[in-house]
């Protein structure tokens, strides 16, 4: 196991991106960077402490590499603001990599002159990287906060800006002339028109193989082989996504009904829709159009850029 600090701005909202991730082993909400010793949140939140809030991710590289741990954090803050993070103002909600070694630190270096150099933002990039020091772990009343508090979670971080934000600059939206080259004429009016093809008349409604399935458009994990089951409906149906911070939801009022939406996170895909009859511990059904899919085959996930999820399905 090895140890990633990150700063992002509140860390309420910068666990949720890493937590469901495959080799991550824990997270913990807390204080860096400054010179008071055991600091509590309201001395951080005073600005007097010279800490940053962060979050120290316990991880296993060999399945999780820091690389990507490293493309995730970006995709989470907005690197180029020197002064806080979105809504919250002030030195406690800095952007900054601590590095615990001479390779993480060579491999954040990298990643943020790649950034600088991608062109995706016009604004020099702020987030510092510096040498990990002590880190306080914050109270328990902030330790998985979204799970605790969820109201009012959803609701701080929408009103902060940060899902805004992360939308415009990190949103994997293709081109729509491209798409339609690229996509069958049912792949794209489902990804793109929310269509919805016919029942038990698709690729993977009855299919059976081991593996992920992943975006159409973006190539991004969306739900798991370990979490398909017949539900007789004639559409593929799972009891939960691979991370649910891959999917998004918004209310669908068409046809008459009332239903809920699903949709990628990065690509913005009409996936289909959630309902309450499923038979997980949720009660969840993602009813999923084959069409918005692609079956990564358990045995090419390391070749296809998915190793990290082989952990999922152990060899016999």
Request: hydrophobic share 30%.
């Amino acid at each position: 196991m090895e140890k990633a600090t990150f700063a992002g701005g509140c860390f309420w909202c910068m666990v949720t991106p890493f937590e469901e991730m495959p080799g991550i082993h824990g997270i913990v909400s807390g204080y860096t960077g400054g010179h008071t010793e055991n600091p509590t949140y309201e001395e951080v939140c005073s600005e007097t402490t010279g800490h940053a809030e962060a979050v120290q991710i316990t991880f296993d590289p060999e399945v999780f590499p820091y690389q990507k741990l490293l493309d995730l954090f970006w995709r989470q803050i907005d690197p180029t603001d020197a002064g806080g993070q979105f809504y919250d103002r002030g030195e406690s909600y800095r952007t900054a990599i601590f590095t615990h070694n001479e390779e993480q630190k060579r491999l954040a270096e990298e990643s943020k002159r790649e950034l600088a150099e991608s062109g995706r933002f016009d604004k020099p990039i702020a987030t510092q990287i510096v040498p990990a020091g002590v880190f306080y772990p914050a109270e328990e009343y902030h330790q998985g906060y979204h799970k605790k508090n969820p109201t009012h979670y959803k609701r701080y971080r929408t009103g902060s800006g940060r899902d805004a934000f992360i939308d415009r600059h990190w949103s994997m939206r293709k081109d729509q002339g491209e798409l339609r080259e690229r996509l069958t004429p049912i792949q794209y009016a489902v990804t793109q028109e929310n269509g919805t093809e016919p029942p038990f008349r698709n690729e993977f409604w009855n299919h059976k193989g081991e593996g992920i399935y992943v975006d159409i458009v973006s190539g991004e994990p969306l739900f798991s082989s370990l979490d398909k089951f017949d539900s007789d409906c004639g559409w593929p149906s799972f009891t939960k996504p691979l991370n649910m911070n891959n999917v998004k939801g918004q209310m669908d009022t068409t046809h008459g009904m009332v239903r809920m939406e699903v949709r990628s996170q990065q690509a913005d895909s009409h996936l289909g829709h959630v309902f309450d009859d499923g038979p997980g511990p949720d009660g969840l059904r993602f009813c999923i159009n084959s069409a918005s899919l692609r079956f990564i085959p358990k045995q090419d996930l390391e070749k296809e850029g998915y190793g990290e999820y082989i952990q999922l399905f152990p060899q016999a």
